[in-house]
């Protein structure tokens, strides 16, 4: 058994799968149901409307969309991780992504080229002294 402390209260607690206790993972559950049943009552609500009206703090109704555990409907937007732009799901704009994808495979092929320059060359200790 795995002992690990939340990391919403701080409190020990024998560790699963998730890495909150289960009193936190409850409390986690029951602010995501007030924050669905509010979202099927009411249209197009902004994050400060939903946070006023369910109790839920904007940062945990923000991490539901992040994880994609919510699913914005039009006006629900925050912003980009990365640049700050207004999104709707995901943690980054399709933008930011895309510089992403570039960098990744530049810094890729990069190191394709380094690690291929390596295998052609070898090393020896062994010095000829007799020329």
């Known amino acids: ?23 936190c993972l409850n409390a986690e559950e029951d602010d995501f149901e007030k924050i669905r049943v509010y979202l099927r009552e009411n ?8 946070s006023s009206a369910t109790g839920v703090a904007e940062t945990r109704i923000l991490s539901f969309l992040r994880s ?3 699913i914005s409907t039009g006006s629900l937007s925050y912003p980009c991780s ?31 080229k380094v690690d291929g320059s390596k295998r052609n060359s070898y090393y020896s200790k062994h010095r000829d002294t007799n020329s």
């Open 43 to 50: 249209d197009a609500p902004d994050l400060a409307d939903i």
């Open 1 to 23: 058994m795995d002992l690990a402390n939340c990391t919403v209260c701080g409190r020990l607690f024998a560790r699963s799968i998730h890495s909150v206790c289960s009193d």
């Open 68 to 70: 994609g555990r919510l």
């Open 82 to 112: 990365s640049c700050g732009e207004m999104i709707q799901t995901g943690t980054i704009c399709a933008v930011c992504r895309v510089k992403n994808q570039l960098i990744f495979d530049q810094v890729s092929q990069s190191l394709r």
